[in-house]
């Protein structure tokens, strides 16, 4: 009896792939400069705000009324002078320093509730129900019962800051703790891991996106809150960051220095969003491989 003979299926041409040598690697032709320049982030940003700036420029030329809305040009004169003056970054200064006390106090809280809503069924409860009923409540409308309470001063401004930050981060934390996988879960309680040191060790770094897209959210809300909250301020009380340098030249008819003063609040949040996020990500979350 013949053995069968095994006979390997032909290889239609056209799929056969060559492995190219290093030759032909080292003298394929490179991408064209438009092609590696438009697959950079930063240039189609760039070119998206050179765009949204022209486009300013015509409208204002278009209406040409200083009063009514500047040119780039004279808002950029506003800007510099209120840097070298020292006006605009001494108002900078105090929004700055209000936000950032408000912004990690209520990152705190928000921590506390979410680390209490993964450990026992009562907390979890608690942020069901205050989620529910504050989230959907504006900061500033909390802003005239925080007048009655704290009068005008900086701790009216922390209790709408903190309103602002707890409940959208509190949500995407627990939101990030929930889908940790079971396993991971588990392998932590094998370890003796429970309460807190569970939270920590276990489901903080597992959530990281989740509470880094949370902390973004309570940064742009906080940060809008601030300014509005010292706009009121303003007109209550005289003084006041960002948000008072605003409004004071709204009333004294220095539009351009209302448009440098709104440069300065878009200028922080993009140097917010980009410096100090986006290396926080890079440095955790992609380096461990957590989000592509």
Partial sequence: MSTPQFMEPPVRPEFEAVPSTPDQVRHEA???LAKRLTDRAWVRKTLIALVLIGIWELAARFVDNDLLLPTFSATCAAFVQGVLSGELIEKVAISMSVLLRGYFLGAALAFLLTSLAVSTRIGRDILSMLTAMFNPLPSIALLPLALLWFGLGTGSLLFVLVHSVLWPLALNTYAGFQAVPPTLRMTGRNYGLTGLRH???????????????????????????????????????????????????RNELYTDRVFAGLAAVIVIGLAVEHLVFDTVERVTVRRWGVQS
Avoid: M
């Fill in 199 to 249: 939270v920590v060790l276990i489901l903080v770094p597992a959530a990281l996106p989740s509470i880094l897209a949370g902390l973004r959210v309570g940064w742009a809300f906080a940060w809008r809150t601030l300014i509005a909250a010292e706009l009121v301020f303003g007109a209550s009380s005289g003084k006041g960051g960002l948000g008072w340098y605003i409004f004071q030249n």
């Fill in 30 to 32: 490179p991408l064209p």
